[in-house]
């Protein structure tokens, strides 16, 4: 039974953690609970930008400030599928409110406001997310494989992703770059 909820948490790789596909990594839980976690890496950019993904979708853009914008890789799992992390000032169809500053959608009405300039006042675009089944998470947390950190609306839509993970140590008084990963035996 899981009896902390980090819905709306900030999960900050360690050293420690043995997944290539987390190495750095920040991931942003969407959903947490007895049925496993579902989150989404902020600081892992694809090389794919919005402008090419409205473009595949066959969205027209008439607000070309969106075209360079990056797209992350929000995990490893349905890398195919997109999700939109945005704030919570509008709900679009499939909105799933993570906290009162944030939603995750992964509908395509959303991708066409922000194409048409009429989207959500901050958002980030993923492809993919991660995922952990019942108890997962938990027994990756005991290993010493995340800090956990409160999430805030500075963190997910003001930092830039190269800062990102620095940043959220460092609201937990934390500097990353004094932790080493230990091998070996002594």
Not at 15 to 20: E, G, I, K, R, Y
Not at 153 to 180: H, K, N, Q, Y
């Amino acid at each position: 039974m899981n009896s902390t909820d980090l819905t709306g948490y900030l999960l900050i790789a360690l050293p420690t953690l043995q997944d290539s596909n987390f190495e750095h990594s920040v991931v942003y839980l969407c959903s947490h609970g007895d049925e496993g976690a579902m989150g989404v890496i902020l600081n892992h950019p694809s090389t794919v930008t919005l402008g090419q993904v409205l473009d595949q979708l066959e969205i027209t853009t008439t607000d070309l400030s969106v075209q360079e914008e990056p797209v992350f890789s929000g995990g490893p799992v349905q890398p195919e599928q997109g999700f939109v992390l945005h704030s919570a000032d509008r709900m679009w169809d499939q909105s799933m409110p993570v906290n009162d500053f944030s939603a995750l959608t992964s509908s395509r009405d959303i991708l066409e406001a922000i194409a048409g300039g009429q989207g959500p006042g901050r958002h980030r675009l993923m492809l993919g997310y991660a995922g952990w089944g019942p108890g997962q998470l938990e027994s990756e947390l005991q290993q010493d494989a995340w800090l956990t950190a409160p999430a805030t609306p500075e963190l997910l839509f003001e930092t830039p992703f190269t800062d990102l993970r620095e940043a959220a140590a460092r609201s937990l008084g934390i500097d990353m770059s004094l932790l080493v990963q230990h091998s070996g035996h002594a």
